[in-house]
C-alpha cells in the first residue's frame, strides 16, 4: 500500500459525459501528479500541483482539468468524453516539488471505461 | 527536455535466469533515474532509484541497476529470475528542476518455468 488513495477504483461512462476522478496523497506530500495509462500510449504525465498551485503541464487536454485543495487532495476532472478517454488515470504523490529527485508513490489508479 | 528509451517491449527469460531490462536516458543535467514495477491490475511500484550517490543501486526483490554516465544508460538486472517477477517495468527520469518525471514505454517481462 503506497499510502496514495483513489477513488473511484472503476467507471464506466457515457461519450460526452463528465467525470471527476479523485486523489489523497500520502500523508505529509505537498506534490500530486496525474498520469494516463493506455495501451497505444503507454504512461502519460498529465499534470503536477505542488501544495496547491500548478507546477508542471504535460499531455494534458484542454478538455481535462485539475486541482488541488487546500487539504492537498486533488481531483481530475474529465468532460466532454470520448471513447479515446478509456484508459487508467493514475494519481501519484511526493514530499517535495521533484527538485531532489523525490520518489513519486503511485495509487492504484482509476480505471475509466467510455462506451 | 530529458527523455528514456526502453529497448524492448517484452522480454521473455526462463526462471532462474538472469533478468536484463535496458534503459537509456537522455538528460542535458545529472539526472534522477528511477525503476518502478507494475504487477497486474496494480498501481507502479517504486524498484530503486539512482540520485547520484553510488553508481550502483540495489533494490527491492533482488533488482539492482548501474549507472553509466558514459554509455546514458540504467539498465536493470537481476541474477536468478523468479515466477513472481513477471510484470511491467518502467524506466522513468528527472531531471530534478521540479519538472514532471518521465517514463519509458515499459518493458513487459514474462517468466517461463
Known amino acids: 500500500d503506497s499510502g496514495v488513495t483513489q477513488t473511484p477504483k472503476h467507471l464506466i461512462t457515457a461519450t460526452g459525459q463528465r467525470v471527476t476522478l479523485r486523489c489523497s496523497p500520502r500523508?505529509?506530500?505537498?506534490?500530486v501528479y496525474w498520469y494516463q495509462q493506455s495501451l497505444d500510449q503507454g504512461l502519460q504525465f498529465l499534470i503536477q500541483?505542488?501544495?496547491?498551485?500548478?507546477?508542471a503541464k504535460g499531455n494534458i487536454l484542454e478538455r481535462f482539468s485539475a486541482q488541488q485543495f487546500p487539504d492537498l487532495h486533488s481531483e481530475l476532472n474529465l468532460s466532454s468524453l470520448e471513447l479515446g478517454d478509456s484508459a487508467l488515470y493514475f494519481c501519484a504523490s511526493s514530499v517535495g516539488a521533484g527538485e531532489t529527485g523525490n520518489t513519486i508513490y503511485f495509487g492504484e489508479g482509476s480505471w475509466l471505461t467510455v462506451v | 527536455a530529458q527523455s528514456v528509451t526502453q529497448l524492448g517491449s517484452h522480454v521473455s527469460v526462463s526462471e532462474g535466469a538472469l533478468v536484463l531490462l535496458r534503459c537509456n536516458y537522455s538528460s542535458s543535467v545529472p539526472p534522477y533515474l528511477f525503476w518502478y514495477v507494475q504487477y497486474p491490475n496494480q498501481g507502479l511500484q517504486l524498484l530503486l532509484k539512482y540520485t547520484s550517490a553510488a553508481t550502483l543501486v540495489k533494490g527491492i526483490n533482488g533488482f539492482e541497476a548501474e549507472f553509466k554516465k558514459s554509455e546514458t544508460s540504467f539498465h536493470l538486472t537481476k541474477p536468478s529470475a523468479h515466477m513472481r517477477d513477471a510484470a511491467e517495468y518502467f524506466c522513468a527520469v528527472s531531471d530534478g528542476t521540479g519538472n514532471d518525471m518521465r517514463f519509458g514505454a515499459g518493458t513487459r517481462l514474462t517468466v517461463k518455468p
Open positions: 500523508s505529509g506530500d505537498l506534490s
Open positions: 500541483y505542488y501544495n496547491g498551485e500548478e507546477r
